[in-house]
T-cell receptor, first 112, second 113 residues
Framework: EADIYQTPRYLVIGTGKKITLECSQTMGHDKMYWYQQDPGMELHLIHYSYGVNSTEKGDLSSESTVSRIRTEHFPLTLESARPSHTSQYLC???????????FGPGTRLTVT | SQKIEQNSEALNIQEGKTATLTCNYTNYSPAYLQWYRQDPGRGPVFLLLIRENEKEKRKERLKVTFDTTLKQSLFHITASQPADSATYLCALDLYSGNTPLVFGKGTRLSVIA
C-alpha cells in the first residue's frame, strides 16, 4: 500500500480564512496530484506536479495555489475559503512513466 | 464536449453473479484506460490498466475489455461477493504515463448476500 499522508483529515473553517492542506509521500514518486471530489461525482483535477519546482494547473486551479519545493511534499493552499470549497480533497502520486496513481485518504473540508 | 459516462449510478446484484460495469467516452482517443475502486470516505485504489491495442485484460476475478471503435470499456467481476461492494471508477489515460487522468463519476456496486 502506498504511503501517502494527508492532514488534516477533517477541517471545518469559516469563510474568508486561508487554509493549507498538506500532502506528503515517502515513496519518492515524481508525480503528485490534487483532486476535488464531491459525493457521487467525478474527481476534478486541481493542480499537479511532475517534479520539484514543477507545477501545472488543472481544471479547478483558479482559487488555489500549490508548491513543490521537496519531492515528498505538495501542499495545497486556498487563499480565501468559501462555502463552495466544501468538498473532499484527494492527493495522489505516481512514478514517472508509470500509469497508475496512488491516492491518499483525503481531507474533508467544510467551509461555513 | 468531451465526456465519460459510466452506466447507471448504482448497480445491485446477487452474490455469486457477474457484475458488468460500463464506461463510455466521447471525443477522446485514450491510449490506455484504467479502473479504480473507491470505498466510502477513502481515496481510489488502482485495479487494472488496459492498452488501446489490448482487447481484454484479466486479474483474478476481474476482467476488462476495451473497444476503441465503440469507445467503450466493460469491467466484469465474476463470482461477486459482498466485499466487492464499492464505487468503481474508469479513468482515461490519454497519451502516456505523464498526462493527467480523466475520471468518470463511477458506478456504485452493491452485492447482496
Amino acid at each position: 500500500e502506498a504511503d501517502i499522508y494527508q492532514t488534516p483529515r477533517y477541517l471545518v473553517i469559516g469563510t474568508g480564512k486561508k487554509i493549507t492542506l498538506e500532502c506528503s509521500q515517502t515513496m519518492g514518486h515524481d508525480k503528485m496530484y490534487w483532486y476535488q471530489q464531491d459525493p457521487g461525482m467525478e474527481l476534478h483535477l486541481i493542480h499537479y506536479s511532475y517534479g520539484v519546482n514543477s507545477t501545472e494547473k488543472g481544471d479547478l486551479s483558479s482559487e488555489s495555489t500549490v508548491s513543490r519545493i521537496r519531492t515528498e511534499h505538495f501542499p495545497l493552499t486556498l487563499e480565501s475559503a468559501r462555502p463552495s470549497h466544501t468538498s473532499q480533497y484527494l492527493c495522489a502520486t505516481g512514478l514517472a512513466g508509470v500509469h497508475e496513481q496512488y491516492f491518499g485518504p483525503g481531507t474533508r473540508l467544510t467551509v461555513t | 464536449s468531451q465526456k465519460i459516462e459510466q452506466n447507471s449510478e448504482a448497480l445491485n446484484i446477487q452474490e455469486g453473479k457477474t457484475a458488468t460495469l460500463t464506461c463510455n467516452y466521447t471525443n477522446y482517443s485514450p491510449a490506455y484506460l484504467q479502473w479504480y475502486r473507491q470505498d466510502p470516505g477513502r481515496g481510489p485504489v488502482f485495479l487494472l490498466l488496459i492498452r488501446e491495442n489490448e482487447k481484454e485484460k484479466r486479474k483474478e476475478r476481474l476482467k476488462v475489455t476495451f473497444d476503441t471503435t465503440l469507445k467503450q470499456s466493460l469491467f466484469h467481476i465474476t463470482a461477486s461477493q459482498p466485499a466487492d461492494s464499492a464505487t468503481y471508477l474508469c479513468a482515461l489515460d490519454l497519451y502516456s504515463g505523464n498526462t493527467p487522468l480523466v475520471f468518470g463519476k463511477g458506478t456504485r456496486l452493491s452485492v447482496i448476500a
